[in-house]
Nanobody
Framework: QVQLVESGGGLVQPGGSLRLSCAAS????????MGWYRQAPGKRRELVAT???????NYADSVKGRFTISRDNAKNTVYLQMNSLQPEDTAVYYC??????????????WGQGTQVTISS
């Protein structure tokens, strides 16, 4: 069993900032990638950003220059610093981890999601 627990969502005004965190726990041998996706009402889930265990980051074009993903490998935790937030960033943000379990399984796990709302 692997659990991903997100925190840090909320309501902010346009131009504001938020920092999301996601901690992975359970039967984890190693995590080779972690990331964030988001899903707005009526839209498909989309990639926001990912980061490998070596620190290589990948961003959606819509968030480049505004969002920064980072991770603490020792804590199995990934962060998403979101600046210059706009109403179109409103969505449920989901954490994901691609990992090898203690049982040798290659898994992709998802968190429950955290709501981010940008509104004045």
């Amino acid at each position: 069993q692997v659990q991903l627990v997100e925190s840090g969502g909320g309501l902010v005004q346009p131009g504001g900032s938020l920092r999301l965190s996601c901690a992975a726990s359970g039967s984890i041998s190693s995590i080779y990638a972690m990331g964030w996706y988001r899903q707005a009402p009526g839209k498909r889930r989309e990639l926001v950003a990912t980061v490998t265990s070596g620190g290589k980051a990948n961003y959606a074009d819509s968030v480049k220059g505004r969002f920064t993903i980072s991770r603490d490998n020792a804590k199995n935790t990934v962060y998403l610093q979101m600046n210059s937030l706009q109403p179109e960033d409103t969505a449920v943000y989901y954490c994901t981890a691609e990992l090898y379990s203690d049982y040798g399984e290659d898994l992709r796990s998802w968190g429950q999601g955290t709501q981010v709302t940008i509104s004045s």
